[in-house]
């Protein structure tokens, strides 16, 4: 597919994030050219304006100062090398794995999607990007060969510990850019992901809903939790990959609408799934809970047990602080630990001290809020303890022990 704005939009904030790599091997699946719904930025100099291959060329090397940039394209031009992404490469090219790999507009064309993932995957180095751009909206029903969800990429993302730098979207039709593709016919999807680990590429999993499931009862209660900012994925993926017996601890359930999403979904997945809660039920974070707990005699205990008298899932609560319930658990005995408490860095830090040792090899040690605007005190502390450990997912900081 084509350059667009989006494509400008796109390496422009990755730049101010400062994450591109510098000078770097690039891996274009699929060549790009110039789609021309906007101008070439004027700083950019392109020999042959009139060739959108030879535009889209010039853009890569103004915004990525690229050692070198190769494509492959079956249908692509003489610089492009032919290889048939339907098929597993043997072959190694030169300067593979890459620093950087692109798929603009190019995996919805290709049958073998499984092959596809896992090629862009295995072709990246550990900390290079990976940027999809693909068409999604009831109006590309007849351009490609599928249309992709956002779903796919946060399980492509859950499952092999992809860092979501950045997603948006683009409303061709208006040029309009930004979170909400609910109302657009036809966007492209803009995908930015850090690649944490050098690990085998793993296929997501995705449980289809069960008509005798039960129902989801967060909605009614107040708090934080929901899909907005992946909290929600990172809960349901714990449960779909968690082993048949396990136990999970979240720190932090305040009235309870984080717990009851997880509950449900434990009893949704018919595993025997232990579920813990710690919270002291009376430290207030910021002025709405000190108003919540004015309105209940300073203490929410009560409150949380009659919000989640609906769960389909026994809760056992420890009414302590987080550091304390810790030491109720030997170490590595936990399958997941989500941790929502205080958010000071002082907190995050002796939380995270806490429930590290207690997660079982293999296990997830996760929490909430990692946003350097919102709440530095929770990105220092884990940058500082568990650095080149963790992969971000939307809001959420995550570890895979
Ligand atoms: C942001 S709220 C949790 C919200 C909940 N996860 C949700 O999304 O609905 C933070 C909770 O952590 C609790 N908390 C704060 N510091 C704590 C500590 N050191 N030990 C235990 N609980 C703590 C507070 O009482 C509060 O209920």
């Given amino acids: 597919m084509a350059l667009t704005k989006g494509d400008i939009h796109l390496w422009d904030r990755l730049r101010k994030m400062q994450v591109i790599p510098s000078n770097p091997h690039v891996l274009e699946l699929g060549e790009a050219n110039w789609h021309g719904d906007v101008p070439l930025p004027p700083e950019i100099v392109c020999e042959n304006p009139h060739d959108p291959f030879a535009v889209a060329r010039a853009f890569y090397q103004h915004i990525l100062n690229p050692a070198t940039l190769t494509s492959i394209d079956m249908d692509g031009t003489e610089d492009a090398i032919k290889l048939n992404l339907n098929k597993w490469q043997f072959l190694r090219l030169p300067n593979c794995p890459f620093d950087i790999t692109i798929n603009s507009g190019t995996a919805e064309h290709v049958f073998n999607q499984a092959n596809f993932f896992r090629i862009m995957h295995e072709w990246t180095k550990p900390a290079g990007l990976m940027v999809h751009a693909t068409p999604i909206g009831a109006g590309w029903h007849s351009h490609g060969l599928y249309i992709h969800t956002i779903e796919l990429f946060g399980l492509l993302a859950l499952a092999n510990e992809y860092s979501t730098l950045l997603t948006f979207y683009l409303d061709v039709d208006t040029g309009h850019i930004g979170n909400d593709v609910s109302l657009y016919a036809r966007s492209v999807m803009y ?136 030491a109720n658990f030997i170490d590595a005995s936990l399958e997941f630990c989500f941790i929502d408490a205080s958010h000071d860095y002082e907190s995050v830090k002796a939380d995270i001290l806490a429930w590290l040792p207690k997660i079982r090899p293999g296990g997830t040690l996760a929490g909430h809020d990692y946003d350097s605007e919102t709440d530095p005190g929770v990105v220092q502390a884990v940058n500082e303890c568990l650095a080149g450990r963790f992969f971000v997912f939307g809001r959420c900081w995550i570890v895979r022990v």
């Fill in 191 to 326: 995908v930015a992901f850090r690649k944490e680990q050098d690990s085998t590429f793993r296929y997501p999993v995705q449980t289809p809903k069960r008509i005798s499931d039960h129902p989801h009862f967060f909605d009614g209660i107040p708090g934080w939790f929901g899909p907005q900012d992946g909290y929600l994925q990172v809960y349901a993926d714990a449960v779909r990959t968690a082993p048949l017996c396990a136990v999970f601890v979240e720190v932090g359930c305040w009235l309870g609408r984080s717990t009851a999403f997880l509950a449900v979904e434990i009893a949704n997945s018919k595993k025997v799934i232990g579920l813990f809660v710690v919270d002291t039920f009376c430290t207030p974070g910021n002025e709405e809970m000190v108003n919540e707990l004015a309105a209940h005699d300073g203490n929410v205990r009560a409150a949380f047990e009659a919000n989640m008298s609906r769960s389909p899932t026994p809760v056992s609560v420890l009414e302590c602080a987080s550091t304390e319930a810790a």
